[in-house]
């Protein structure tokens, strides 16, 4: 039996997590929360949606093209990153030849980077939508649908009749982000989602996007083309609500807030903790902080709020290449705020850059031995990744090689060989000692074994292996 027809599709193409994360296979999958929340701007507008999750539902590109025959939408909207943006073109071109009346729309971080040249070198999408998406995608569907013009739309690039590439102006940064609703979780297989087995202990677990923006200048970092300079926030009482909805809704026991600006602004973080020590919601989270941003008393008090693990965002162990990326921390912060952190009681994720611009053995060496000597709950060493539209992969060549493969920028695979290093062997050499080095310890071995309070947390402990071994291998 058919399904009943939806105006509008969003889909994801299937990619397995070894091609998009490098992770092993051990059922990790994140929902596309950017594509929920226009979902559940359309439905707000009465416009039937639906979405496909090719790779959390295990759909090869012939079942998700039958999937599409059956809700048989008039238009099929893709969010595309660098990496998935290979698999969304031979999606479009696949649709295109068995549904060619199909509008096929783009948005995301890569389409906002490229532009025209997206849309000028592949004839089988007909939108791109750059930038933020809540406002514009309702005006653009309507549009769409009415068979009106589309010139007066912003944030949006298309073809006209004579088959002309139109850029139209740039939408405006949302500001208020209380009036985008909830995303559309309704629409996702949500008891299928999990995040990698470290960067969580009790299922079911949900993301939030609780903020918007970046004021800070790292080289390396491609965000702020989408969300722009400015930190823009949800209300502390708006994220006490979307934690109470998917708690009663999914039954969630863990939440994990996808925003490294959390601690940013002090105010907003204090009325935020606050609200939950009254709410007493019996749910535990984790975040994303920068360390020039916390100190005892704001840990203290996250802690108290149900926080259990932080990630951040370390880098390097080598003053130089910090300042060199623009990442405007200090050693001596990174060192303050993993002990703060480790004393409040909060777990501690930490990533470290290898192969940075400028970087020798010697310096990847001096930052192994710097996460030894923060000795982190978790670390994670990635392969410097210069994605389109960075300072870092503008000015990549001036200071080694760069691979041109974009279905490798992952951040788990191998892409960039600064010239301090004498060739790919050396770097693979040096990138398999750094995890070796870290986590052969019998002290973080048997600290983690004594966490281990059930069978469920074997499994998870034992999934945790597969993807750190997996991680070893980035030339895959």
């Known amino acids: 039996m058919k399904k009943k027809r939806k105006k509008v599709l969003f889909a994801i193409p299937p990619i397995t997590p070894e091609e998009r994360y490098q992770f092993a296979d051990v059922g990790y999958h994140m929902p596309p929360l950017g594509i929920s929340y226009l979902a559940a701007i359309l439905e707000q507008e009465k416009i039937s949606v639906d979405i496909i999750d090719s790779p959390v539902l295990d759909l ?156 800070y200048n790292c080289t390396f970092c491609s965000f702020t083309q989408v969300s722009g300079k400015k930190a823009r926030y949800h209300s502390p009482g708006r994220v006490v609500s979307e934690m109470k909805h998917v708690i009663e809704n999914y039954g969630v026991k863990e939440i994990i807030f996808r925003s490294e600006m959390i601690s940013a602004d002090r105010e907003w973080l204090e009325e935020l903790t606050d609200k939950l020590i009254e709410e007493d919601l019996n749910v535990r989270w984790s975040c994303y902080c920068r360390v020039d941003s916390v100190d005892p008393e704001i840990l203290k008090r996250m802690k108290e709020a149900g926080c259990w693990q932080i990630f951040y965002g370390i880098e390097s162990g080598v003053q130089e290449l910090l300042d060199k990326v623009n990442k405007g921390t200090t050693i001596e912060q990174n060192k303050k705020a993993v002990k703060w952190t480790k004393e409040a009681g909060i777990e501690v994720r930490a990533s470290f850059m290898l192969f940075m611009p400028g970087e020798t053995p010697e310096m990847t060496k001096k930052t192994v031995d710097f996460a030894i000597e923060l000795d982190p709950d978790y670390a994670q060493f990635a392969p410097t990744t210069p994605f389109p539209g960075t300072q870092l992969h503008r000015e990549a060549e001036k200071y080694g090689e760069l691979i041109h493969d974009h279905d490798k920028y992952t951040t788990h695979k191998l892409v960039f060989i600064p010239d301090g290093y004498r060739d790919m062997d050396q770097v693979k050499e040096m990138y398999e000692k750094s995890y070796i080095r870290f986590y052969r310890s019998p002290k973080r071995i048997l600290r983690r074994a004594a966490k281990i309070r059930s069978w469920e947390g074997v499994k998870r402990h034992f999934n945790g292996l597969k993807v750190l071994l997996s991680l070893m291998n980035p030339f895959k």
């Open 60 to 215: 090869n590109l012939d079942e998700m093209i039958r999937e599409i025959e059956k809700i048989n939408p008039e238009i099929i909207g893709f969010t595309v990153l660098t990496p998935t943006f290979r698999r969304v073109v031979l999606a479009a071109e696949k649709i295109k030849e068995v549904f060619p009346e199909k509008t096929i729309m783009v948005g995301g971080h890569y389409p906002t980077i490229k532009k025209e040249e997206l849309l000028r070198e592949n004839e089988n999408i007909d939108i791109v939508v750059y930038g933020e998406g809540e406002k514009t995608i309702s005006e653009l569907v309507r549009a769409i649908l009415n068979g009106d013009d589309l010139s007066g739309i912003k944030g949006v690039i298309y073809r006209d009749k004579s088959g002309k590439i139109i850029k139209n102006k740039p939408r405006e940064l949302i500001q208020e982000l209380d009036k985008i609703p909830f995303p559309a979780r309704h629409l996702l297989p949500m008891e299928k989602y999990k995040p990698a087995p470290h960067h969580f202990k009790e299922l079911p677990v949900s993301h939030m996007i609780i903020a918007r923006g970046c004021p």
